[in-house]
């Protein structure tokens, strides 16, 4: 390799990443952006659920104050949010913040942010289904748990795929938010090689694992929306 | 003692009184119709009987025993247990099915039992392949509700609420939804367990089935009983706005 980028020249090939160690690099901090991904998924999926619970109760303060944390949490940047979550504990409790707390706090805040997109995903959802099914499930005798479990919850699953696909899609990008946690996700990996190479590089093959990834996510969503057309 | 007895029924919906002392008294095996005008509280008295709403005042007891009790001048509803147990008395047919769509027609049938009632699953297919069979729907078992007519769906609902063996069967104008040629064989099947003596309560517009299939006729306005009565009292009734109500169908 070799060359003239920007009118720069350099000619000594220990001072460039060759296209595997940056892939390799950048592969890494796909791991991370991985582990960010399904760890959010994981936690924020039921969250919501129960978020959109105190969304719909009837007790007037329990929604109010789950309504009020939807609008905080929908209504400011997830950064700003991250950086709260870092910096909370030394804040209000005079904790010392250790470095190992930065990833942990980009997963807290993540959870955060999108349980609250995801409870009013669930509550369209729940909202959406004819009350005649719950009457029917109740004259048969069906309890509380059995009647949400059995009936309702499948059908709302069925009706929240899209909105959920778009999120989860939305999440895959969120992860280079991370980056002002200093957490070494794929982005700022990327962003660290583009800035040393002076080059795009690294940033456009980001891009390309980014699309790559969504695709997957995408193509799996499709595949969970036809296993539950069986029915309509 | 009365199968099913309801006195005293009342139910308001903020200052509108919806129901005003309605009573109905049903024996074993017999077949009533509810009549009457749009508004008039047919359903109201339905969902009230059904515990799909509460009612403000009034009593309903299935033979003798306190489903809803009037005490201190409101409704007090049986304990948990007790409820669990009188509510095994009645079933209900919806005007729009309310069939559970992400399960075939057979599970639509067995889940209850299943489910509610704990009986082992073999036990249920027996019996859910029964009722399929009486009511000619053996060859839609593993068809979803969606692939089925309205008539197919409604049948299937009906197959679902016997399944639990009901002592009382409730129908919310069973047919509204239904066009005239599907209407028929909703109504074939009505008559199919008229015969078999299944007690019914049924709240319909369809003059000439009532007429036909009914023990009694109850004539309902402004949330209470305007008549009561045997089909031809009640067709031949002096009463004028009874005479006009009828004339129009």
Do not use: W
């Amino acid at each position: 390799m070799g060359g003239t980028v920007f009118g720069q020249s350099f000619s000594s090939l220990e001072d460039v990443m060759d296209i595997e160690t940056m892939l390799f690099q950048l592969g890494k901090g796909m791991l991370t952006t991985g582990e960010i991904f399904i760890l959010t998924l994981l936690f924020s999926l039921p969250l919501g659920l129960i978020l959109s619970f105190g969304r719909m109760a009837k007790n007037g303060i329990l929604r109010n104050i789950t309504k009020l944390y939807i609008s905080v949490m929908r209504g400011t940047p997830l950064m700003l949010q991250l950086l709260v979550v870092y910096f909370a504990p030394y804040y209000l409790f005079g904790i010392k913040i250790s470095s190992s707390y930065r990833l942990i706090a980009v997963i807290i805040g993540f959870v955060l942010n999108y349980a609250a997109y995801f409870a009013e995903i669930y509550r369209a959802g729940i909202e959406s289904i004819p009350l005649g099914q719950y009457e029917a499930a109740k004259v048969l005798g069906y309890s509380k748990a059995n009647t949400f479990f059995r009936i309702i919850l499948p059908q709302v699953i069925k009706r929240i795929l899209p909105p959920v696909t778009n999120e989860v899609i939305t999440l895959v990008k969120d992860t280079s938010l991370a980056f002002v946690l200093a957490v070494a996700e794929m982005f700022t990996i990327a962003k660290q090689i583009a800035a040393a190479e002076k080059s795009m590089m690294a940033l456009v093959a980001a891009g390309i694992f980014y699309y790559v990834f969504n695709l997957l996510v995408a193509l799996i969503m499709e595949k969970i929306e036809k296993k539950l057309s069986y029915y309509r | 003692m009365k199968l099913l007895d309801i006195m005293h029924m009342k139910k308001s919906y903020g200052g509108l009184q919806v129901l005003k002392d309605f009573a109905l008294k049903v024996d074993e095996g017999e077949v009533v119709s509810i009549i009457g005008p749009s508004g008039s509280g047919k359903s109201t008295m339905l969902r009230c009987a059904t515990l799909l709403e509460k009612m403000d005042r009034g009593i309903i007891k299935y033979e003798g025993r306190y489903l809803v009790q009037d005490l201190d001048r409101r409704c007090v509803y049986a304990k948990k247990e007790e409820l669990r147990e009188l509510q095994r008395y009645f079933g209900l047919v919806f005007q729009n099915f309310n069939l559970f769509p992400h399960f075939t027609v057979m599970k639509n049938v067995i889940d209850p039992l299943i489910t509610v009632d704990n009986m082992p699953k073999e036990e249920a297919l027996v019996r859910g392949e029964k009722l399929l069979a009486q009511l000619g729907l053996s060859d839609k078992a593993n068809a979803y509700p969606y692939q089925l007519s309205g008539g197919q769906q409604q049948r299937v609902s009906i197959a679902r609420a016997l399944a639990l063996q009901p002592r009382v069967l409730f129908f919310d104008e069973p047919t509204s939804a239904l066009d005239p040629e599907l209407t028929g064989e909703v109504l074939k099947v009505i008559k199919e367990l008229a015969k078999e003596k299944m007690t019914m309560v049924i709240v319909t517009h369809e003059m000439q089935f009532a007429r036909e299939l009914s023990d009694r006729i109850v004539f309902m306005e402004d949330g209470a009983i305007l008549e009561e009565g045997t089909p031809e009292e009640i067709f031949s009734s002096k009463n004028e706005r009874v005479q006009n109500f009828i004339g129009k169908f």
